[in-house]
């Protein structure tokens, strides 16, 4: 039997949006928020921090004073977008790269650098009581935020869990798994699929045979659609429809942002060893700041001061946020128990004690060697 | 004849069973162009094509699970997993097939499968990469679990947990990746699966040990000596099956046992060891078995790394205290 012959009973379409264009040229209808100069420089403003507080991090790894970090470098306008569209008592689920999205919710450049430097007080988030820490295990947060979903839907909040992984991810069972329950319960949450390119050094075409990514959420009985995730203010746009949906008890919706991975995997990959700098510098013709830089010289008066003010502005509070960093106080050894359980068992107390006799030990020998 | 590193003779190991055995498959993630995270793979697709030496989508259930279908249809499977942070999405694929498909069939369809993973701390690395959790494999009947300690013992180890008719997990201590050097003949010569390796002859403490750990195990041994302690050291390298004979042989003869291993105490491999030595060298035991060990307490990031796993201060220390019973 040929198609034709069969009945066709189900079709789907994937849709892809972009307002504003390379150029920086406004390709569809302006969204209202971002009629609004003080919107797009909030905007603007984040996704200039995080590449400036991004370059110092890999700078602070190169000098030994960090360990290893995974750089955002060309994909600031997806977490830019999803960090301005969700509300304060949303839940955001990130992975290690989502740094813009953190920054606007009250997570600490400070913290972000403890993390990276080895310290587990970089997730303790002093300003930010609802997010997840940084998910490293790939797309284990998923399933975790359909239940956050769950908890926000059976309390009849109108708050939204919002999901963000990477196009490696979504090759996981726990994507699936993740994206099938928010279906199934239509829970409020947002599931975002950055498609950066690449997974470590595996490209994407080898990743999946799919077409898009967005479309895996067909089979999950959800809307997927796919954005411009270097165009900030389609990203803005489109993650905020979906959020508000969510909140609005329509149900849940993925989003695939097209980025690209400008720099190596994490500071301690060389992505020199499987792929082309050529297709690299092909993507800086699409960097999503100098595309709403471009906008913001043609529409609203944007020039040379204004840009070099602002990044003398950023550079001083990512310097501070070093100084904090360099100047963490040391963690006290002992206190990897602190934290296990609500009180420490008896059955632990001895073991704790040897930690901190030795650390004690330590120190001392520290001061007289 | 070059010296090479523990990460070099895993490369050695893997070209080497690939040249000899057309079933022989290599894949995970970032195996294939990449040559691995660490490099283990290293120049492998190119020598022996992408349809062997393969790059998998990020997937690890997947990747347990088709190197489980691959061993049943008599290939050679050997799989990656990144880091160890990352190996439970295999455990149902390994404790409920990859385990039992001898036993569920009678031995009519079997799982000759190789699951390599880096694993251990020390390396200042992120959160999830530093995890010492053998136990959890080492827990699971019908597995073999074996932790290579020197070029050699990678070598001749990984070629015969490939060979082996059975499953294998094969946990490479990466701290000491490319810690040290030995000349390794690459004659294809496997190492038996079921014998620990004894690293040091002594007669009054015996050690035993495994992965990362052997390095500053024999450094305590080496510190010992010089005040006139002489210690036997074990590595056990095959954590499972255990080669309790070998242990129960050196107790013997010192009378004291000292166990150090960098995961968790509690349900640790040690805690079986220290529990066959009661079982059967109780009698010749002078003084109560120590274990030296990670703490209870999740692997902390790495600025607190080096107070969790054990020193060679904290062995010797515990050397000497079983030396203080008469
Ligand atoms: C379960 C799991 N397997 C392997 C890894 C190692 N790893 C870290 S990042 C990564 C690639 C992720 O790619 P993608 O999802 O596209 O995210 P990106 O890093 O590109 O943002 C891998 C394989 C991991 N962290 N978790
Ligand atoms: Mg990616």
């Not at chain 1, 996981?172 to 993740?178: A, R, T």
């Not at chain 2, 992965?211 to 450094?219: D, I, R, S, V, Y």
Request: charged residues 20%.
């Amino acid at each position: 039997m040929t198609n034709e012959e069969k009945k066709c009973i189900a079709q789907f379409e994937i849709h892809h949006t972009q307002l504003l264009n390379q150029a920086g040229e406004l390709v569809g209808p302006l969204p209202d928020f971002a009629a609004s100069y003080e919107t797009l420089l909030a905007l603007y403003r984040t996704m200039v921090q995080t590449r400036t507080f991004d370059s110092k991090a890999i700078a602070l790894q190169r000098t030994g004073k960090m360990g290893t970090y995974s750089s955002s470098m060309g994909q600031e306008a997806v977490a830019t977008g999803i960090g301005h569209a969700m509300r304060f008592e949303d839940v955001l689920l990130p992975t290690y790269r989502e740094y813009a999205a953190q920054f606007q919710r009250g997570v600490a450049m400070s913290e972000i650098l403890r993390y990276w430097g080895g310290d587990e007080r970089g997730m303790a988030y002093a300003n930010q009581p609802h997010d997840m820490p940084i998910t490293v295990p790939i797309a284990t947060h998923v399933p975790q935020c359909a239940g956050i979903a769950y908890a926000m839907k059976l309390r009849k909040e109108a708050r939204v869990a919002v999901c963000v992984l990477g196009d490696g991810a979504t090759s996981k069972g726990d994507f699936y798994e993740g994206i099938n329950l928010a279906g199934a319960w239509q829970l409020p949450m947002v599931v975002v699929v950055t498609n950066n390119h690449w997974a470590i050094s595996v490209p994407r075409e080898v990743q999946t045979r799919a077409q898009t990514l967005a479309q895996k959420a067909i089979a999950a009985g959800i809307p997927g659609e796919q954005v411009d995730g270097n165009d900030v203010i389609a990203m803005r746009h489109v993650i905020s429809n979906a959020i508000e949906k969510a909140r609005s008890g329509g149900g849940p919706t993925l989003v695939e942002a097209m980025t690209y991975r400008m720099h190596d995997h994490t500071t301690a990959d060389d992505a020199s060893r499987y792929r082309d700098q050529s297709i690299v510098d092909e993507h800086k013709r699409l960097d999503p700041i100098d595309r709403l830089r471009k906008y913001l010289t043609a529409n609203h008066n944007w020039d040379d001061d204004k840009e070099k003010s602002l990044h003398a502005a950023c550079a001083a509070e990512v310097e501070v946020a070093v100084n904090d960093y360099l100047e963490t106080p040391p963690v006290p050894p002992e206190t990897m128990f602190d934290h296990l359980y609500e009180t420490l068992p008896d059955a632990l107390q001895a073991q704790r004690d040897e930690v901190e006799q030795l650390g004690k030990q330590k120190k001392g020998g520290d001061h007289h060697g | 004849m070059a010296e090479i590193t523990i990460l070099e003779a895993v490369n050695l190991a893997l070209a080497r069973a690939l040249e000899e055995n057309p079933d022989v498959v290599v894949f995970g993630e970032d195996v294939g162009v990449n040559g691995g995270v660490f490099r283990a793979t290293e120049g492998l697709q190119k020598r022996y094509g992408a349809e062997r030496v393969l790059d998998t989508p990020l997937a690890e259930t997947m990747i347990a699970g088709m190197a489980i279908g691959m061993a049943a249809q008599g290939l050679r499977p050997v799989a990656e997993v990144q880091f160890m942070g990352f190996i439970y999405p295999t455990i149902e694929q390994m404790i409920c097939h990859a385990t039992r498909l001898r036993n569920r069939t009678r031995g009519r369809i079997t799982c000759p499968m190789v699951l390599r993973a880096p694993y251990g701390g020390g390396i200042h690395a992120p959160e999830h990469h530093s995890e010492s959790t053998e136990a959890i494999f080492a827990h699971m009947p019908g597995l073999r679990v074996v932790i290579p300690s020197s070029p050699l013992r990678a070598y001749g180890l990984l070629l015969a947990a490939i060979q082996d008719p059975d499953p294998v997990v094969f946990l490479e201590p990466k701290r000491i990746y490319r810690m040290m050097k030995q000349e390794v003949p690459d004659d294809g010569e496997a190492l038996p699966l079921d014998v620990c390796f004894q690293l040091r002859d002594g007669a009054d403490v015996t050690l035993v040990t495994w992965g990362a750990m052997t390095h500053e195990t024999l450094q305590a041994a080496e510190q010992l000596a010089a005040e006139g302690i002489s210690c036997d050291v074990l590595d056990v390298a095959t954590i499972k099956p255990l080669d309790m004979e070998t242990i129960l042989n050196s107790v013997a003869k010192t009378g004291r046992c000292v166990i150090i291993h960098e995961a968790a105490r509690t349900g640790g491999v040690g805690a079986e060891i220290a529990a066959q030595l009661a079982e059967h060298g109780l009698l010749s035991l002078f003084a109560p078995v120590q274990r030296v060990t990670g703490y209870d307490t999740i692997m902390p990031m790495f600025k607190l790394e080096n107070d969790y796993m054990p020193s060679t201060e904290r062995i010797i220390t515990a050397v000497k205290k079983t030396l203080e019973e008469a």
